[in-house]
């Protein structure tokens, strides 16, 4: 990849040259290279300048329509294709699970289920670990950071390598931001987190991606369970567990993805979130304090099952995509409805703040501008226009002489230099 990806493949010593690369994929053409992060390679550097021009020239109209976004979109069919006339932004789903759940085999299924319908996704890998990949990922953080350097520069283990290497790639997130901007005839953004699911769920990078994700784009959250072990009833609670603590700290539409429905069908776990007695049966099958803890829980979270999108997919044979991208659509509209109206109103809320600060601190400059014009005038009375004139003249003459004397010296003292 040139320079700037060797730089990148021989660690990172601080946050500022944390990035290095980052390789973007056209989705109807070849490979072909694109960095990210600007540093001290003026290759790169220019590049990355070239590629946020073409990104601003072809962002500009797309960001115009994205100020008023169309609420009663039509819910499409399969893929959920757009009409002739509607250009929208592409709906980011940020895949999420506990490590093998089947994310990374979920999202190569979805990228070829979109390339069938003749819409090709924008993929983006945030798992620097990862060793193989199904799919070509069009921003892959592995080409930015080499998180076995991290470990070894920093004294680190795989988690906390990994998590450092997610934190420096983060650093340079909106520049991801702006590439994916320019990409105005994609539907979906499809973003691969890393397998250990606290990492990115509960990090500062995490955080980052998510907030930057759903301030630009209709954005959800896609959490991916494990059918075959969720048939234990204390396994599905934990995962619905985990799935509620990410709703409540993402505060974005989310879609339970069932994957494995080829191995175990996932109609038990539909009747367990929409009868409560159904699940307290199977509870009961087990004796345990874990037990009796499931059948509390499930309680508490009845009105969290009522507003939750689930379905059943198989990465392997493809079945329930068409559900699971009418689902996304769903999303979607939940999305423009919901949550863009309370973050248009929170900006125009810190809009409005901001404005009241400076207006505050303006109105304080005044009242001390107006304190020491105050006193300046009581100076003067007491000691009368001729004196303060008088000071006045002598404060010129000595500023006269010093400069006399500076280009007497010599540029102001410093001809030895």
């Not at 494995?260 to 509870?283: L, Q």
Request: hydrophobic content about 35%; proline content about 4%; charged content about 25%.
């Amino acid at each position: 990849m040139g320079d700037g990806a060797g730089s990148a493949a021989e660690g990172v010593a601080t946050t500022k040259d944390a990035a290095a690369e980052v390789h973007a994929v056209s989705p109807s053409e070849k490979p072909q290279e694109a960095c990210v992060a600007s540093g001290d390679n003026a290759g790169a550097s220019g590049r990355v300048e070239a590629e946020s021009a073409r990104a601003g020239d072809a962002g500009a109209s797309s960001n115009d329509g994205a100020e008023n976004p169309k609420t009663g979109a039509s819910e499409a069919c399969g893929a959920g294709q757009t009409s002739s006339g509607d250009k929208k932004r592409p709906t980011v789903l940020i895949v999420i699970g506990m490590a093998g759940t089947g994310k990374t085999s979920l999202m190569q299924r979805l990228n070829a289920h979109l390339h069938e319908q003749g819409t090709p996704p924008y993929i983006i890998n945030l798992d620097p670990a990862v060793t193989y990949m199904p799919y070509g990922p069009n921003i892959d953080i592995r080409d930015t950071v080499d998180y076995k350097n991290v470990m070894k520069q920093y004294k680190l283990g795989p988690n906390g390598g990994i998590l450092t290497a997610c934190n420096l790639f983060a650093t340079r997130f909106d520049q991801v931001i702006k590439l994916c901007e320019s990409k105005t005839d994609v539907e979906y953004i499809l973003v691969d987190t890393p397998g250990q699911i606290e990492i990115f769920t509960w990090s500062a990078s995490g955080a980052i991606v998510t907030e930057a994700f759903a301030s630009t784009f209709p954005t959800s959250v896609v959490y991916v369970c494990d059918t075959p072990r969720c048939i234990r009833p204390n396994v599905f609670m934990s995962n619905m567990l985990q799935a509620v603590s990410i709703l409540y700290k993402c505060k974005l539409p989310m879609l339970l993805a069932f994957n494995k429905v080829d191995v175990a069908r996932h109609e038990y776990a539909m009747e367990w979130m929409a009868d409560f007695e159904a699940f307290s049966a199977a509870v009961d099958a087990e004796s345990s304090y874990s037990s009796s803890l499931s059948r509390s829980i499930c309680l508490v979270l009845d009105e969290f099952y009522q507003n939750l999108r689930a379905v059943g997919v198989s990465a392997v044979t493809g079945e329930g995509m068409a559900m699971f991208f009418e689902a996304a659509q769903s999303c979607r509209r939940e999305y423009l409805e919901a949550y863009e109206p309370e973050l248009i109103a929170r900006r125009a809320q810190r809009a409005k703040e901001e404005e009241e600060r400076k207006q505050a601190e303006m109105g304080k400059f005044a009242k001390d501008a107006a304190e020491d014009k105050s006193k300046w005038k009581t100076k003067l009375d007491m000691y009368g226009d001729d004196e303060g004139e008088e000071d006045v003249e002598d404060a010129e003459e000595d500023t006269t002489e010093d400069d006399s004397d500076e280009e007497e010296d010599g540029y102001g003292g410093y001809e030895e230099l």
